[in-house]
């Protein structure tokens, strides 16, 4: 297995099998960490940079979060506008890159270009972790979902996730990549205009992840053992902040997911929504037993502590 030390996590297009369960392995190691509500010294002599070009609460939260749990400190940005990355200079991501590699000892960004945290990891000297970037990927928060379902079902392996919602979305490209160093099949339902692009599902094709496509939640619910959400109705993902229209489309009842809904589901199953949510999941299902996404949560600071703790090489 390759190390973790010092490496840049972008993508889950390279990920291998064994790499997913050495870091849930390093989560269960660091979780009572976090349950337990303390910091270390882990990584006590060690900076985190974020670096956030479009508006987070969760992604940014929780590395910050589990920055200071493992004792390390945190510095940068949370909004471009205020600084010369945003304003008249519009800095380029080099040189925003070269300066805040002397700032800390790892960069977490979000960015509303596709590629730019790869553009980053060309010019830093330290270790970048990709934290969503426009329509592309979002590794963390998917590496987050797999631990939960891990967690919850006891494996990964021979279940069939149902992702609902609008699938040109950076998880579900995450996703798709990751289900394929597993026995797992991936269940599609979006509107059209919502629907995976052809070179994804090539992708897909090529890398032996198992999916089928269906038109109704219907057809799959009762097939699903974990029920796998993002909203329809969002803002566009490629511009840096989108503010909310007076009027706004509501999700078609195909793509919600309601109580009602859920007594056609499996028993066992589970619900995951990265979050924030509007009205594709209501909050009637919170107090169903399917409901996971508060768990996910949690495990979003207990997966980047393993994360951080990795890269910044505290195992090894």
């Given at each position: 297995?390759?190390?973790f030390?010092?490496?840049?996590?972008?993508?889950?297009?390279?990920?291998?099998?064994?790499?997913?369960?050495?870091?849930?392995?390093?989560?269960?190691?660091?979780?009572?960490?976090?349950?337990?509500?303390?910091?270390t010294?882990?990584?006590?002599?060690?900076?985190?940079?974020?670096?956030?070009?479009?508006?987070?609460?969760?992604?940014?939260?929780?590395?910050?979060?589990?920055?200071?749990?493992?004792?390390?400190?945190?510095t940068?940005?949370?909004?471009?506008?205020?600084?010369?990355?945003?304003?008249?200079?519009?800095?380029?991501?080099?040189?925003?890159?070269?300066?805040?590699?002397?700032?800390g000892?790892?960069?977490?960004?979000?960015?509303?270009q596709?590629?730019?945290?790869?553009?980053?990891?060309?010019?830093?000297?330290v270790?970048?972790?990709?934290?969503?970037?426009?329509?592309?990927?979002?590794?963390?928060?998917?590496?987050?979902?797999?631990?939960?379902?891990?967690?919850?079902?006891?494996?990964?392996?021979?279940?069939?996730?149902?992702?609902?919602?609008?699938?040109r979305?950076?998880?579900?490209?995450?996703?798709?990549?990751?289900?394929?160093?597993?026995?797992?099949?991936?269940?599609?339902?979006?509107?059209?205009?919502?629907?995976?692009?052809?070179?994804?599902?090539?992708?897909?094709?090529?890398?032996g992840?198992?999916y089928?496509?269906?038109?109704?939640?219907?057809?799959?619910i009762?097939?699903?053992?974990?029920?796998?959400?993002?909203?329809?109705?969002?803002?566009?993902?490629?511009?840096?902040r989108?503010?909310?229209?007076?009027?706004?489309?509501?999700?078609?009842?195909?793509?919600?997911?309601?109580?009602?809904?859920?007594k056609?589901?499996?028993g066992?199953?589970?619900?995951?929504?990265?979050?924030?949510?509007?009205?594709?999941?209501?909050?009637?299902?919170?107090?169903?037993?399917?409901?996971?996404?508060?768990?996910?949560?949690?495990?979003?600071?207990?997966?980047?502590?393993?994360?951080?703790?990795?890269?910044?090489?505290?195992?090894?």
């Amino acid at each position: 297995m390759r190390s973790f030390a010092g490496r840049d996590i972008l993508s889950l297009k390279d990920f291998e099998r064994n790499e997913f369960f050495h870091l849930f392995e390093i989560a269960d190691r660091v979780e009572p960490i976090a349950r337990e509500r303390r910091n270390t010294d882990l990584l006590a002599h060690k900076t985190l940079v974020t670096a956030f070009y479009q508006p987070s609460t969760r992604t940014r939260l929780a590395h910050e979060a589990a920055m200071h749990r493992l004792g390390g400190h945190v510095t940068g940005f949370s909004d471009a506008k205020m600084t010369r990355a945003g304003d008249f200079y519009q800095e380029s991501i080099k040189d925003t890159v070269h300066m805040l590699e002397f700032y800390g000892d790892a960069i977490v960004m979000r960015h509303f270009q596709q590629g730019a945290p790869q553009e980053a990891a060309k010019w830093s000297s330290v270790p970048v972790i990709n934290a969503g970037d426009g329509w592309g990927e979002h590794p963390t928060q998917v590496l987050t979902d797999l631990y939960t379902v891990y967690k919850e079902m006891g494996s990964v392996d021979g279940l069939s996730f149902l992702a609902i919602g609008d699938h040109r979305m950076r998880t579900m490209h995450s996703l798709g990549y990751a289900l394929s160093q597993f026995d797992a099949e991936m269940i599609i339902l979006s509107p059209e205009e919502m629907s995976p692009l052809p070179e994804f599902l090539a992708e897909l094709d090529d890398k032996g992840t198992k999916y089928r496509i269906v038109d109704h939640i219907d057809e799959a619910i009762a097939d699903a053992d974990v029920i796998y959400m993002e909203p329809v109705v969002q803002p566009d993902y490629t511009q840096s902040r989108q503010e909310k229209q007076d009027e706004y489309g509501l999700t078609p009842a195909n793509y919600q997911v309601t109580q009602e809904v859920m007594k056609r589901a499996k028993g066992s199953s589970i619900v995951l929504h990265s979050l924030p949510r509007m009205d594709e999941l209501l909050a009637e299902v919170d107090d169903l037993k399917h409901a996971r996404y508060w768990q996910e949560a949690y495990n979003g600071v207990v997966m980047r502590m393993a994360l951080l703790s990795s890269i910044l090489g505290a195992w090894e």
